[in-house]
């Protein structure tokens, strides 16, 4: 049997129909957001992706919601968030960060233990708060500027910064060091429905509301990203930004719409 590395193809074939899109997309410079230089082609992506939402994820959401009890889905959602938080950790202390990284540190240790492998989020009842990061961040934390916004196929809302600390993301992703492929694709894709399933009840209050759903969808996510930002590093100086107006951090997986 040929193993392969699923998520670094993946990665890679994600990059190469950027460059082929990027080179081919018109992009018109009248009324561009210049947070935005590229939304010609962030469009055509925002629809592709969409579509595989409307067609695909969204179904798998609502059934997984409707055949698995609350309780369950709670459980699966900790899992996966106690997964993350190492990652979290790690850029945590390459950010410097001391005081996040003993608190992030707690986190780990006591749901992956009291907390039974993470099902139980014992760490946030007793005050270890989840400190998001990701290799984006903290390439940002060593001076790298964000850079225009970018839309990813199957990934969603980027920046170049952002896309490029991909693929450390990717590495730093536990489930990608289960041996057993056919146990990490399964993992891969109950990760991806349950982030989805948590989603339903945000997007149908987003479509009542938002007239433009790619223009609301890029304000709020830049917004995050840069109130994030400062939150966690308050001492740093302001840097010279497109997303002016910087999930939390992006998870690695495919897009999810709001609906």
Same mark, same amino acid.
Request: charged share 20%; proline share 4%; net charge negative.
């Given at each position: 049997m040929i193993c392969v590395k699923p998520r670094r193809a993946l990665l890679g074939a994600l990059l190469v129909l950027e460059l082929l899109l990027v080179g081919c997309a018109t992009v018109s410079t009248s009324n561009t957001d210049p947070r935005d230089p590229w939304e010609g082609y962030n469009r055509q992506v925002w629809r592709f992706n969409e579509a595989l939402d409307e067609a695909v994820l969204q179904p798998a959401a609502r059934g997984?919601?409707?055949?698995v009890p609350e309780v369950v889905r709670n459980g699966v959602n900790n899992f996966f968030g106690n997964? =993350?938080?190492?990652?979290?950790l790690v850029n945590n202390l390459l950010q410097l960060k001391p005081r996040e990284s003993a608190e992030m540190t $707690? *986190?780990?240790?006591?749901?992956?233990t009291v907390g039974l492998l993470g099902l139980v989020d014992v760490a946030s009842d007793v005050g270890l708060q989840r400190r998001r990061e990701d290799f984006g961040k903290t390439l940002g934390r060593w001076g790298v500027p964000?850079?225009?916004y970018l839309v990813l196929p199957l990934l969603g809302p980027s920046t170049v910064r952002g896309t490029a600390g991909?693929?450390?993301?990717?590495?730093?992703?536990?489930l990608g060091r289960v041996s057993d =492929?056919?146990?990490r694709t399964g993992l891969t894709i109950l990760r991806v429905v349950d982030q989805r399933?948590?989603?339903?009840?945000? $997007? *149908?209050?987003l479509d009542s509301a938002a007239l433009d759903r790619y223009i609301f969808v890029r304000d709020a996510y830049l917004q995050r990203r840069r109130v994030s930002s400062?939150?966690?590093?308050?001492?740093?100086e302001p840097e010279e930004r497109y997303d002016l107006l910087e999930p939390e951090t992006p998870q690695v997986g495919p897009v999810i719409r709001l609906k």
């Open positions: 997984y919601r409707a055949a997964l =993350s938080d190492v990652s979290s $707690g *986190r780990v240790l006591v749901n992956s964000t850079g225009p991909l693929p450390l993301d990717f590495k730093g992703d536990l =492929s056919e146990a399933a948590g989603l339903l009840e945000a $997007g *149908r209050i400062q939150a966690s590093d308050a001492s740093q």
